[in-house]
């Protein structure tokens, strides 16, 4: 949320800017360039990172006394080869936008975030999953050049082949490598329609076992109640591909993006009540066996009916913890979960899993196992904090890995003991940002 007019080309203005999930939020200076020679405006020593649309959970894009760079600018279609399905396009388009371009034309992103507004650089500057991160992997599958704008070295081009360490150090970076100016993706056909089958599950060691067995399906995630007395019971969505089917009508207009900031409600819905009352309706909706004819870009962004669920946590906000658990140690770490949410009761209005079955690269989030998401209302309230450290705790005693863009309860210790070559990773981080130029609140708590 900007205090002033936003600033353009050479102006470096005062905004105050908060993360998306209202745990951060601080006044800082923000220039937003619109030609590539602005980005060579600032002094080359001043501390910066780049901004996209500002979605991230855990204030990636701004703090630390930087100036953000407001990507938004930049924001134009390239070049597009309907014929081979490569796709440029600058580091500021979003996500959405770039799916209403294409899926008229036969063509999409098979991986996106559930954010329509989330920007191409931000997508590869994290490393964002989609739907099906076990078969579709993770955004820098797609990437296949990017272009890098680094202080005193001008814009650089990078591909895998090419400059390939500071390619690979980019994608899931966190901007600190340089400001990410545009990208050559490569696109897939799209289904005509998603066929949404929901299969009820007991508990989370049932749903891990619906989720390997589903592997190739085109969207897999799985929703659990995060109470106590049912804790892990829900449904596992899988969606295959329907290529026969009349996909159902669907608003596609820009206008049903979820807004990249919400008022929030004076107060918190999500309550012990409001969350039982959510939980039960959702078992009613979702749980039910059964098959369901969707649209692809409701898959693919199903945030957008979510405004009244994020503008629910109140001004307190939440904090949502996402961590990778091996395949060998999910059943042990899913029961000992359960036990502890009997023991301590937290506030879980949301929790979801997802498979992944790729290779952990630098400090992104991926490897082979399952991921839970939870989503915690009032995270400074003592038992909420206080849970969130023994979540992590049972994480890290089952070999977890975190997902640094979406936990903003991390702190440096925590990532330290779950990456133990943690030291390696940063340093090979740092040699693309010796001076510490590129820098975020995000990278001050992890000590990056």
């Avoid at 490598?177 to 949404?196: D, E, M, S, V």
């Avoid at 301590?344 to 630098?362: C, E, N, V, W």
């Avoid at 003592?382 to 969130?388: G, I, S, V």
Wanted: aromatic fraction near 8%; charge should be positive; proline fraction near 6%.
């Amino acid at each position: 949320m900007a205090t002033s007019a936003e600033p353009r080309g050479l102006a470096v203005g005062e905004m105050r800017l908060a993360s998306f999930d209202r745990q951060f939020a601080q006044q800082v200076r923000v220039q937003r360039p619109d030609r590539y020679r602005l980005l060579d405006a600032l002094p080359a020593d001043m501390p910066r990172i780049a901004r996209g649309a500002g979605v991230s959970y855990v204030a990636a894009s701004f703090g630390n006394e930087a100036v953000s760079l407001d990507m938004r600018g930049f924001q134009r279609l390239l070049a597009f080869d309907i014929r081979t399905g490569l796709l440029c396009v600058e580091a500021g388009a979003s996500i959405g936008d770039v799916q209403r371009f294409l899926l008229p034309r036969g063509w999409y992103l098979p991986i996106a975030p559930g954010h329509p507004r989330a920007t191409i650089g931000g997508c590869i500057a994290a490393d964002v999953h989609g739907k099906n991160p076990a078969r579709d992997g993770t955004f820098r599958a797609l990437v296949e050049e990017l272009q890098l704008h680094v202080p005193g070295r001008g814009l650089l081009s990078l591909d895998p082949h090419h400059d390939a360490d500071l390619f690979a150090a980019t994608c899931g970076g966190l901007g600190l490598t340089g400001t990410i100016t545009r990208a050559t993706l490569r696109l897939a056909r799209p289904p005509r329609a998603i066929a949404l089958r929901r299969v009820a599950v007991a508990n989370l060691a049932d749903g891990a076992r619906v989720l390997r067995e589903a592997a190739n399906a085109h969207v897999l995630y799985g929703w659990h109640d995060g109470q106590a007395a049912r804790f892990g019971s829900g449904v596992i969505n899988v969606g295959l591909a329907d290529d026969e089917a009349e996909p159902p009508r669907f608003d596609l207009s820009p206008a049903r993006d979820l807004p990249a900031t919400l008022a929030p409600l004076p107060l918190t819905v999500w309550n012990e009540r409001g969350i039982a009352l959510a939980n039960r309706w959702l078992r009613r909706r979702w749980c039910q066996p059964g098959m369901t004819a969707l649209a692809l870009p409701a898959a693919l962004f199903p945030l957008n009916d979510a405004r009244w669920y994020f503008a629910g946590y109140g001004k307190a906000g939440l904090v949502e913890l996402q961590w990778l658990i091996p395949h060998p140690r999910f059943e042990a770490f899913a029961a000992a979960l359960a036990e502890c949410v009997a023991r301590t009761r937290p506030r879980i209005a949301l929790l979801s899993s997802k498979l992944f079955d790729g290779r952990a690269q630098g400090l992104a989030f991926d490897g082979k196992g399952i991921a839970l998401a939870l989503h915690l209302a009032a995270p400074a309230a003592p038992a909420q904090h206080a849970f969130c450290e023994q979540f992590a705790q049972l994480a890290l005693a089952h070999e977890g890995r975190p997902n640094l863009i979406k936990d903003s309860s991390l702190d440096a210790s925590t990532l330290r003991a779950a990456l133990p070559d943690f030291e390696v990773r940063r340093l090979a981080l740092a040699r693309y940002n010796a001076d510490g130029r590129c820098r975020s609140e995000l990278t001050r708590r992890l000590a990056l």
